[in-house]
């Protein structure tokens, strides 16, 4: 029987593409059971594939000998994803926003906008490698340094 | 051998050729890769296009898909085609807006308004 008692996680999957659909298959229903609205589910749903095809492309450069580690959280108030590869790290201040300028016509570069879009806290490791996400079903208000920063 | 589901419909309608994406959520990069390969074999066929690419079968999409759509309209544009989307709903439409592809792409409501105003292909 679905609970709705708070759950802590952790999956490590090899770090290829098509591993997103064993880990979304795992968390969303449990955002389901913890009555998360459909724009949540959504929402979650499209950071995940996001953030973890970035840790595949990006953290792990396409090795599929390396692995992806997923933890999670889900409580009736909020989920919180920690998505870590095994790459050398990046700074997020590093990539170009691609709204403006000729990053309007990359084909790639929208992940972290999309993902700082979703939801409510996107911070990343100071190493880099690990980037931690909440999504509120309730929106706190949040000051900047809270949102989107370095650990 | 299993059945290869297509992944895209084609019509043909006045100065238009409308290209419906079948599934639902397009997301694996195996599925991209496959319909890059469908939908510029479309645009190949013609020497300069109308496109319409319809979404009205689209519930989720990464921003992998964006990216080929962007690859789609440079292709169609070097080829002094036209591109225009149409039927996309609210969830998706959000994610053009956040990306400000709303002011690179032109988006319609329905096939007949994207169908409106589309000069004779070649």
């Known amino acids: 029987m679905a609970s709705e008692a708070p759950i802590n996680c952790s999956i490590v999957v090899d770090s290829k593409s098509s591993a997103i659909v064993e880990v979304c298959k795992e968390i969303l229903p449990k955002l389901e059971e913890h009555k998360f609205d459909k724009d949540d589910i959504f929402a979650v749903h499209l950071t995940l594939e996001e953030a973890f095809l970035n840790a595949v492309k990006h953290g792990n450069k396409m090795d599929p000998t390396k692995k992806v580690k997923i933890d999670y959280s889900v409580t009736l108030e909020k989920v919180e994803i920690t998505i870590t590869d095994e ?8 990539v170009d926003d691609p709204r403006f300028g000729d990053g309007l016509y990359e084909p790639g570069g929208r992940g972290l906008l999309l993902m700082n879009s979703y939801m409510d806290i996107v911070k990343y490791s100071e190493h880099g490698n690990a980037v931690h996400m909440v999504r509120y079903k309730e929106k706190p208000h949040l000051t900047n340094d809270q949102s989107q920063t370095h650990v | 051998m299993a059945a290869i589901k297509p992944n895209i419909s084609v019509e043909y309608a006045g100065n238009a050729t409308i290209i419906g994406f079948t599934d639902e959520k397009i997301l694996e990069e195996k599925d991209i890769n496959a319909l890059q390969k469908s939908i510029m074999s479309v645009i190949e066929q013609a020497e300069r296009i109308n496109l319409i690419l319809d979404f009205g079968n689209v519930r989720f999409l990464s921003s992998a898909v964006l990216g080929l759509l962007i690859r789609i309209s ?7 085609g036209q591109l225009k989307l149409c039927n996309i709903n609210p969830k998706i439409y959000e994610i053009f807006k956040i990306t400000r592809l709303t002011k690179t792409f032109d988006i319609y409501n329905d096939i007949e308004t994207a169908s409106e105003g589309l000069s004779q292909p070649n």
């Open chain 1, 87 to 94: 790459g050398a790290g990046f700074d997020p201040e590093s």
């Open chain 2, 74 to 80: 440079k292709r169609i544009y070097e080829r002094n």
